[in-house]
């Protein structure tokens, strides 16, 4: 496989002013799984069959490929302002090594580098590419705008819910997917399972991740167990539990709501609702159909080294620990 | 002439979330002189030789132009959460009526509203519009990061003054005259021609701008007189008293930079320094061969009534009150 990380240290940000670019090497060099644009890239080596390593392929899709993982990072960057979040993978977050300001001006500038990078798209499959990129980025907004008035609203349905982890990480995977596909030559039907299959192991990570906050192993779990249950976060799994709950169960877990200072016995007293509620089962339950759903995808492809990849990715999401 | 307002009012906000649209919508309804989708309309009908008013040419040229607008104003939106305004168009600034996090947010997606505009753009046109929309969109972030380092350099050239504004304000103008003008139809040497005259209108604005604060009729001018000289800012005026004065001169104007706790006296003093120096002169000079060289360019346009119009707004702007 290409690897990514060559292309993404390949970028150049030795310009001026330093006070914008900086902050944007900053931001890149910083890590991360790179699955968008890996995504991007095996969308379309399924496509053209496993031969992605020679020829035109990679060259074509490279682009679009960065041009998604400069756009999740401008994503990152932008949320850990409005977070307040003093550290992303395991380093000073930009709004706190500068400021605030220079968080904003060089977010905007990444995502105008997105932009660039997406121009490099072959010229006859650009409008389309743009517009679906155009229609993800809107999408991962109105998720975010959605996650901020779910902490004030009183009423959040599981609908509700799977709509905004929809829009806030599904459509960049099921786009990543499209995208790179479209662009090696992927059919109508091909490109709609692509996305399709980005939608729905995007959905089964998000509800597997709302699973180990709680029942996680604090060995192989990246953070403490617990944090959503501490903040009122409404996961997947606290909303399942309301639905779920009778009364009684339902009065014991809004008490625990409005506990804030006991935050050890309130993880345990929670917890305690969810397994007696069976919300674990339920929402493994639906997180095991997105698998399925995006398993089920793949047939719709060709069959080769690529998609087979794509199969052990989806079940591997729906297996991890952490 | 077309009604750019029309073409603003019918974009349409009324989108869910509510908290990401209704800034968008606050901000585009505040009003301002639209005159970057002007330009870009008139450069078109320069081409056409004034016969923009039927016919496909605004059509195809509208989504750039309503893209350029919808982008000067996200650039408005940010740059007022980072110099904490409170006021913008006699209005209360979103930071201010929402909060810090939905200006950061609502600017976000109106940068991808203005891409989303922008791919409304005849695909054969497309590749190189986006192209120059990035390189401008750059630019204007360049040149926003330059305006905020200027504020601690100890050493700022009159060359780098004019680089700055050429890149925060002038390169959007050359960009919509050269994009309109595109659209339409312009050959290179067209393009080129326009691309200079937006440029160079630019300059002499901002130039122009610098002046007023300090020479304006206060009955005339929109606001305080002085404003600059009380902040220290690095205009071109108090660029060329640093180049033109003696070390008489250089050192009475110092003192007065470190005066901040008298301003009436402050603006009179460096007010006569200015005008002792011959620094008005000066930069009349400089703004009055910018208007100049954006008249010449006209020239090489097609000769109507767009391109009279063209002039008449490059005359008005060099002997402007407000």
């Given amino acids: 496989m290409i690897d990514i990380n060559k292309a993404i240290e390949a970028l150049d940000w030795n310009k001026e002013p330093r006070g914008l670019y900086e902050p944007i090497e900053y931001t890149l060099a910083s890590g991360g799984k ?9 969308a379309a080596d399924a496509i053209v069959n496993g031969g992605l390593i020679n020829g035109d392929a990679i060259d074509q899709t490279m682009p679009a490929a960065l041009a ?3 756009f999740h990072n401008f994503t990152l960057l932008h949320d850990d302002v409005m977070d307040k979040a003093p550290v992303r993978r395991g380093r000073e977050t930009v709004h706190v090594k500068w400021n605030d300001n220079t968080a904003i001006l060089s ?7 997105a932009y660039k990078l997406l ?5 006859d499959k650009l409008p389309q590419v743009l517009k679906w990129f155009n229609e993800m980025a809107t999408a991962i907004c109105e998720g975010q705008q959605m996650d901020v008035d779910f902490e004030h609203a009183s009423q959040v349905s599981i609908d509700d819910y799977m709509l905004m982890i929809e829009k806030k990480t599904s459509v960049l995977l099921a786009n990543a997917m499209r995208i790179g596909g479209y662009i090696a030559g992927a059919t109508p039907a091909q490109q709609e399972a692509l996305y399709q299959y980005g939608l729905h192991i995007g959905l ?8 180990l906050d709680v029942y996680g192993d604090p060995k192989t779990f990246g953070k403490a167990i617990g944090g959503d249950i501490c903040a009122n976060k409404k996961t997947i ?3 399942t539990a309301l639905e779920m709950a009778d009364a009684e169960s339902k009065a014991e877990l809004l008490q625990w709501l409005m506990a804030t200072d006991r935050n050890e016995e309130k993880i345990a007293g929670v917890t305690a609702i969810y397994t007696r509620l069976g919300v674990r089962e339920a929402c493994e339950t639906i997180m095991e159909e997105h698998t399925a759903e995006a398993l089920a995808q793949l047939d719709k492809l060709p069959q080769n080294s690529a ?4 199969r052990l990715l989806a079940e591997q999401l729906a297996n991890r620990k952490s």
Wanted: charged residues 20%.
């Fill in 204 to 211: 089964a990570f998000q509800i597997q991740d709302d699973i």
């Fill in 119 to 123: 121009s490099g798209v072959p010229a």
């Fill in 68 to 70: 998604l993982e400069v």
């Fill in 307 to 310: 998609t087979e990849s794509l």
């Fill in 34 to 42: 790179r699955i968008r644009p890996t995504l991007a890239l095996v």
């Fill in 107 to 113: 977010g905007d500038q990444m995502l105008i580098e």
């Fill in 237 to 239: 799994l606290l909303l």
